[in-house]
């Protein structure tokens, strides 16, 4: 089983860039497919993007479209997000998932779980 781990969350202004990682170890990553999603306080966690196990299929929430992309490199077992002109709601915890399918927006269909990593936009 894969063992995802979130990195790169950190404090950020409005309209910065952060790109976040997520290390999946203890498994065969590139049967994977992958995703991120996000909770805010007080709120249910949140679909942000699923990329298929080749990287060819993706997929995004509405609410992040054209700002963030997602992105694999399956020889360092590792996935991406990028994420451009970032907003005050966007603030949130991160999580990275691993999936036997493409789940998109399924958080059930994602049985590996990373811990999260904070990121917080002021405004």
């Known amino acids: 089983q894969v063992q995802p781990v979130e990195s790169g969350g950190r404090l950020v202004q409005a309209g910065d860039s952060l790109r976040l990682s997520c290390a999946a170890s203890g498994g065969t990553f590139n049967v994977y497919h992958m995703g991120w999603f996000r909770q805010s306080q007080g709120k249910e966690r949140e679909y942000v993007a699923a990329?298929?196990?080749?990287?060819?299929?993706?997929d995004y929430a509405d609410s992040v479209k054209g700002r963030f992309t997602i992105s694999r490199d399956n020889a360092k077992n590792m996935v991406f997000l990028q994420m451009n002109s970032l907003k005050p709601e966007d603030t949130a915890v991160y999580y990275c998932a691993a999936s036997p399918s493409f789940a998109t927006s399924f958080a059930s269909l994602y049985g590996y779980w990373g811990q999260g990593t904070q990121v917080t936009v002021s405004s």
């Open positions: 990329i298929s196990v080749s990287g060819d299929e993706k």
